[in-house]
């Protein structure tokens, strides 16, 4: 079983949708957790981290559910700039390292 | 501006030639990292460096080297060794001591075996 395991899209969506993305890892001793946004050719740039109580930015709301070893991201009213790999990563051995999940492609359609 | 730089941005190798890729940081992190990303592909952990002068093997590290002789630069080295380099190369690093770091990636090096 790979640590980190995403939805393995892609996923095409119309603009003004709303989309859900899924991840799962295996260590539950995960210290941090983070959803990742990389467009075609560029280097992954943090969207945002995700806390056990959950945290919205603007149309986008993660949450993480340690019992589950579950984190979800959702996002809102869709735009075409949206469109890009969404990375989940968490990290282990005591923060040290980040593992990160395969991706899920977005594609929001006008 | 802080920030991390990657060099050369595209490169192209011989089979059998060594190949440096540089990195250098203006973080003042002590952590630094090497990621392979193969088209379509997750990123994977090829060396890692918590501390000047020390470093640690990740997932891929056969046919690579690195050194970490300046907190601000760790250089990965792909050797004859890797039987398949052409990929695209992920350097990163973060603030250690800082609870709930995030990982910082430079614009990424594209090597090519032509």
């Known amino acids: 079983r790979k640590e980190v395991e995403q939805d393995p899209g892609p996923f095409n969506v119309p603009e003004g949708a709303t989309v859900a993305f899924n991840c799962t890892y295996s260590?539950?001793?995960?210290?941090?957790f983070f959803w990742y946004r990389q467009d075609c050719r560029k280097e992954p740039k943090l969207l945002m981290s995700?806390?056990?109580s959950g945290n919205e930015d603007g149309r986008f709301t993660a949450q993480l559910n340690r019992a589950s070893q579950y984190i979800s991201l959702l996002i809102r009213d869709s735009k075409l700039s949206d469109s890009a790999t969404y990375l989940c990563?968490?990290?282990?051995?005591?923060?040290?390292?980040?593992?990160f999940g395969p991706g899920t492609r977005l594609s929001v359609l006008p | 501006d802080g920030g991390i730089t990657q060099s050369p941005k595209y490169l192209f190798r011989k089979e059998g030639q060594n190949v440096t890729l540089s990195c250098e940081q203006n973080?003042?992190?002590?952590?630094m990292y090497w990621y392979r990303q193969d088209p379509g592909q997750g990123l994977r952990l090829i060396y890692y460096?918590?501390?000047?002068?020390?470093?640690q093997k990740g997932d891929i590290a056969e046919g690579y080297s690195v050194s970490r002789e300046k907190k601000e630069s760790f250089p990965l080295t792909v050797t004859s060794a890797q039987k398949n380099p052409t990929a695209f190369y992920l350097c990163?690093?973060?603030?250690?001591?800082?609870?709930?770091?995030?990982?910082?990636f430079g614009e990424g090096s594209w090597l090519t075996v032509v």
């Open positions: 995700v806390y056990s």
């Open positions: 990163a690093s973060c603030n250690r001591y800082r609870s709930g770091n995030t990982i910082y």
């Open positions: 260590n539950s001793a995960s210290q941090s």
């Open positions: 973080l003042n992190h002590d952590a």
């Open positions: 460096s918590q501390i000047v002068n020390d470093f």
């Open positions: 990563v968490v990290t282990v051995n005591y923060g040290q390292n980040f593992v």
